[in-house]
Every structure is written in C-alpha cells, then in structure tokens.
C-alpha cells in the first residue's frame, strides 16, 4: 500500500481561517498568540508553568487512585509519578461514548501521546492526560456509536439504558441490556482484541464512564496514558478556588458581560 500525505490546502471544504493558521500567516498573528507548531513555544511556555507542590500532590494521588481502580498499566502508574515529581501535562479529552465514542477521541488520546513525547525528547518532561468528560448531560449524543459491519457498510449501534433527565452521564449504568449490544458489536467484529476488550469493559453494573475509562486503559496501556475522571468530588474540593473566582468575578466574563 502506497500513503501520500496531502496539505490541508489541497482538501475540499477546507477553511481558509485553518490553512492560514497553518501557515501562521501575519493576518492571523493577532488572534492566536502561538504558531500552530508546538516546538516553537514549549520551552519558552514551560518555564512559565508555577503549580504548588501541594496540590500538585494531592492530584497525583486521585489521579492514581482512579487509574489503579480501571487497571493502570505500569508505565500509566510511571507517568502519574512523573506528574508528582514535577512533568508537565499535555491534556486533551472528549465525551464518554458508547464503546470508545467517535474515531477522532482515539486520534485525540494518540496526539497527546506524541506531543507529550515531542516534549520530553526536547528537555521538558511531560506525559498524556485525557479527560473524560463524565459531566456532560447530552445521553442521546453518547448513547450510540457506528461499527462496520462484515460487509463493510457502517451500522448504528445504541444502547437503550436510561438516566435520569439532566443528570450527568457518569450517572448512567448499564444493566442487562447491554449484553446484547456488546454482543452484535463483537459479532461484527469477530474474534479480536477489539471484542475481548468490550466483553471485558462494557457489562452490566459499569457506567458509561468507567466502561469508557476501562477500554482508553487497555487500548493506551503501553503509552501510559493517564486517565482523569471529571466528576471525581476530591478533584471538585481542589478546584474549589476556581469554581469560587467564577461565581464571584462573573460579570467580568466576555459570555455574561453586558
């Protein structure tokens, strides 16, 4: 098989806001503070990083405590000591769906990895976090995702689980009724990775967001990444500050001014 890699440019529908990004064009200077090209802010941003020690600790263990519970590999529970001891982070993350959600949350937790390794290969230690957005309350946006089936042809697969109106989906737990699911999706499939994995993760008593921190853990096991889960009520009481400083300045904020 032959691979050619096109420029953005040559794509069909591609906006010229992007390619000039891209290009990081003087016009465009003004609005993005930095290029589009991560070597050539890292150090100057990293040495700028100030996080109390502290704190910085007490995330490290809720970060570890979570993990281990979803069966961290070695080298996820490694970079949460390199966290501890002082890495920086590259964080991405994407709602919890059925299954792993959409192709782009893979593409997501893989870009983390690079750009965490691109990182430390130039002298700022750094490791991949991805957020699982457990807070959402969109269940008919997570509640399905696409497979292809043996023929080929994508088919829709949903999960007929319930929760309670407006309530996060960290709330929602599957009950029998994904039995069947995972079993189409693994019919589908065939004897694989991919099918062991969903039998293993997606089972009654599981919620949409451990079901989802379970497969991302055994999927990027050997890239270590660190998973982080949103709803977590200790990592709330640390950003308690944050949450404060929102309430207290939100006239300040460009969404609420008037």
């Known amino acids: 098989m032959k691979s050619q890699c096109l420029p953005f440019s040559q794509i069909p529908h591609t906006t010229r806001l992007f390619t000039d990004f891209l290009a990081y064009s003087p016009n465009i200077q003004p609005f993005y503070p930095h290029s589009p090209h991560f070597t050539d802010w890292l150090k100057s941003e990293a040495t700028g990083v100030r996080y109390d020690k502290a704190r910085r600790g007490r995330v490290a263990a809720i970060l570890e405590r979570q993990n281990q519970a979803w069966g961290a590999s070695p080298k996820t529970v490694e970079n949460i000591g390199r966290l501890r001891d002082g890495a920086l982070a590259v964080v991405t993350g994407q709602q919890v769906g059925l299954f792993g959600g959409p192709l782009f949350a893979l593409f997501k937790a893989l870009t983390a990895v690079r750009l965490a390794s691109e990182a430390t290969a130039a002298g700022v230690e750094c490791v991949p976090v991805f957020w699982l957005a457990t ?32 309530a996060p989906v960290s709330a929602v737990t599957f009950g029998p009724e994904i039995d069947p699911v995972v079993g189409t999706a693994v019919e589908w499939l065939g004897d694989s990775d991919a099918s062991r994995m969903l039998r293993e993760c997606y ?20 890239w270590g990444v660190i998973l982080l889960e949103a709803s977590d009520p200790e990592l709330h009481q640390i950003a308690e500050p944050i949450y404060r400083a929102a309430i207290e ?10």
């Open 249 to 258: 300045r939100v006239g300040e904020t460009p969404a609420t001014r008037r």
């Open 135 to 166: 807070g959402d309350h969109d269940l008919a946006e997570v509640n399905h995702v696409s497979i292809p089936r043996p023929d080929g042809i994508l088919q829709t697969l949903s999960t007929p689980t319930h929760g309670v109106p407006d």
């Open 203 to 222: 089972r009654p008593g599981e919620t949409l967001g451990s079901a989802f921190a379970r497969l991302f853990t055994r999927l990027f096991a050997d």
